[in-house]
């Protein structure tokens, strides 16, 4: 479980001071008024600064029963899924386009000018998947101090955070479901913790999704990073562009003079699949860093492919 660092709050008066019950907390939709009111008026224009490693956020407005976030969000940059702690919340985009992404794959597009609330114990994803800036509003009540990282694995939500007994805790995506799975204990190693990292950046995709995204777009390509003995051994994908793990970075960025034709810009959706799933996502993350913000990698790799029932060519070594 992680804390929330404390931004500078400011007095002013930036949202509404009548609490709105005797129990001293705001209710969801008293939330989405707040945060459409501010990302409607001009009051955050000259609070927005801008960071090229991460979000830049801020608290701007905190009272005993709510507090109020700004945060600009560059190309690519997202939350990872996360929840709130305690807090029921709400948010409305006040520049830009934002997707709010569930662990069951449902896609909440949250354009300017609209507000959305949520409950207590929700959790979801929060990144701009669009080509240019944006910048949104957040209220919380009770004002925020805790958030809880997940990992997405094979539709449920694993916590990245280790718990007070050293467990791992999987949630299940159905909020109607009662209950939490336990699972194994927590890999503490430091090179799980870099793979969480680099899985944080990433809108991983399922076999499926990758498979539809490559056949449909004209701006996606589907990398095999795997080494030779492995395509030998395992087989290959119809269409998928091989690149090895070691030149991948020099044949993707867009300002590099050994790159391929195909990567003439920072839109390109290159979807990266190793084996099992691992070395891919460690992959997108470097061609993350290189300026190809819509990078990703196939949960699961190749074998997954294969289990999903996929076309696949078959192995040289029979």
Not at 68 to 94: E, K, M, N, R
């Amino acid at each position: 479980m992680s804390s929330i660092s404390q931004e500078r709050a400011t007095e002013e008066p930036i949202s509404p001071e009548n609490p709105s019950s005797a129990r001293g907390l705001r209710t969801t939709a008293e939330l989405e008024e707040i945060v459409a009111r501010i990302a409607a008026s001009d009051q955050w224009v000259d609070r927005v600064r801008l960071r090229a490693d991460r979000r830049w956020y801020e608290r701007i407005h905190q009272t005993a029963d709510h507090d109020v976030w700004i945060i600009s969000w560059l190309p690519g940059q997202s939350t990872g899924f996360h929840d709130h702690g305690g807090s029921a919340g709400a948010f409305a985009v006040a520049s830009g386009v934002l997707q709010e992404i569930r662990a069951d794959g449902a896609c909440h597009v949250a354009e300017k000018g609209k507000a959305f609330s949520f409950g207590p114990d929700y959790a979801h994803d929060v990144r701009n998947d669009s080509t240019t800036l944006a910048v949104s509003i957040h209220a919380y009540s009770p004002p925020l101090n805790e958030m809880n990282e997940y990992e997405l694995d094979n539709g449920y939500l694993v916590l990245r955070n280790s718990t007070s007994q050293e467990q791992e805790q999987t949630i299940v995506p159905d909020p109607f479901t009662r209950g939490a799975k336990i699972g194994q204990g927590v890999d503490h190693s430091s090179v799980s913790r870099l793979l969480a990292s680099a899985r944080s950046r990433l809108h991983r995709v399922s076999p499926r999704e990758a498979y539809n995204a490559a056949s449909t777009s004209a701006n996606t390509v589907l990398v095999d990073i795997r080494p030779g003995t492995q395509r030998a051994e395992e087989g290959t994908i119809p269409g998928a562009l091989i690149v090895e793990r070691n030149v991948l970075e020099w044949r993707f960025d867009p300002t590099s003079s050994a790159r391929l034709p195909i990567a003439n810009g920072p839109d390109l959706r290159v979807i990266v699949f190793c084996s099992e799933g691992y070395a891919s996502s460690f992959a997108a993350a470097g061609l993350q860093d290189v300026g190809l913000w819509r990078a990703t990698d196939v949960v699961g790799g190749f074998r997954a492919w294969e289990a999903e029932g996929l076309p696949t060519n078959l192995p040289e070594r029979l």
